[in-house]
T-cell receptor, first 112, second 111 residues
Framework: SQQGEEDPQALSIQEGENATMNCSYKTSINNLQWYRQNSGRGLVHLIL?????REKHSGRLRVTLDTSKKSSSLLITASRAADTASYFC????????????FGKGTKLSVKP | DAMVIQNPRYQVTQFGKPVTLSCSQTLNHNVMYWYQQKSSQAPKLLFHYYDKDFNNEADTPDNFQSRRPNTSFCFLDIRSPGLGDAAMYLCATSRGVGTQYFGPGTRLTVL
C-alpha cells in the first residue's frame, strides 16, 4: 500500500532556481529516504533522515523532517538541467528487514 | 566498483511464455528485493530475501516467483506473463534497515 504522497506531482523550473518537493506519510517511521530516478533507469539513493533528526544536508540537497506532521521536504538549490528526474520519498515499514514503501513521486523538469 | 547488475536490460516475451529476470550484486548485502514499477507509478515491492529466507508481499500474484541460489544472485520468474505484467522490474540490495542500492532495471514487454 502507498505510504508516502509527494506534492507536487510535477514541477517545472528554470536552471538556477530552487526546487522544493514535499512528502507526507501515514504511520510511524524509523527513517525516511529520498531517491532520484532518471527516465527509464534505476533509483539512486540521495539522502536518509532518521526519525530523531529534523534537517539534513548533502551538497545542494536539504531535507527536513517533521514527525509531528508526518511530512518531509526535499529542497534542491541552484538546480541544473541534470537534476531533471523523478524524485521519490520512501519510508520504512517499521520492520527489521528494511522494506520500503515509496510515494508516487514528483517529476522535476529543469529547463536550461 | 561494487554494484547491482540486472540482465537483460530489455526483455520481450509473448503472452503466457515464462520469463526469468536476473539480478546479481557485488556488495555482499544480505537482503535482496524485487520491485515492479509501472509507468509513472511508484516502485511496488513484490518480495525480498533476507539471507535465504523468502518473504512474499501479501498482494504479489502467484504468477511471480523468486530464487536466490547464493548471496550474489537472485532471479525473478514470471510463470505466465500477462499484458498487465509489462513493467520495469527493479532489483535492490541492502544490509537491512537503511539505504537500498538499485540496479538499472529490466524493462519487460509482453506481446
Amino acid at each position: 500500500s502507498q505510504q508516502g504522497e509527494e506534492d507536487p506531482q510535477a514541477l517545472s523550473i528554470q536552471e538556477g532556481e530552487n526546487a522544493t518537493m514535499n512528502c507526507s506519510y501515514k504511520t510511524s517511521i524509523n527513517n525516511l529516504q529520498w531517491y532520484r530516478q532518471n527516465s527509464g533507469r534505476g533509483l539512486v539513493h540521495l539522502i536518509l533522515i532518521r526519525s530523531n533528526e529534523r534537517e539534513k544536508h548533502s551538497g545542494r540537497l536539504r531535507v527536513t523532517l517533521d514527525t509531528s506532521k508526518k511530512s518531509s521536504s526535499l529542497l534542491i538549490t541552484a538546480s541544473r538541467a541534470a537534476d531533471t528526474a523523478s524524485y521519490f520519498c520512501a519510508t520504512d515499514d517499521g520492520g527489521s528487514q528494511g522494506n520500503l514503501i515509496f510515494g508516487k513521486g514528483t517529476k522535476l523538469s529543469v529547463k536550461p | 566498483d561494487a554494484m547491482v547488475i540486472q540482465n537483460p536490460r530489455y526483455q520481450v516475451t509473448q503472452f503466457g511464455k515464462p520469463v526469468t529476470l536476473s539480478c546479481s550484486q557485488t556488495l555482499n548485502h544480505n537482503v535482496m528485493y524485487w520491485y515492479q514499477q509501472k509507468s509513472s507509478q511508484a516502485p511496488k515491492l513484490l518480495f525480498h530475501y533476507y539471507d535465504k529466507d523468502f518473504n512474499n508481499e501479501a498482494d504479489t500474484p502467484d504468477n511471480f516467483q523468486s530464487r536466490r541460489p547464493n548471496t550474489s544472485f537472485c532471479f525473478l520468474d514470471i510463470r505466465s506473463p500477462g499484458l498487465g505484467d509489462a513493467a520495469m522490474y527493479l532489483c535492490a540490495t541492502s544490509r537491512g534497515v537503511g539505504t537500498q542500492y538499485f540496479g538499472p532495471g529490466t524493462r519487460l514487454t509482453v506481446l
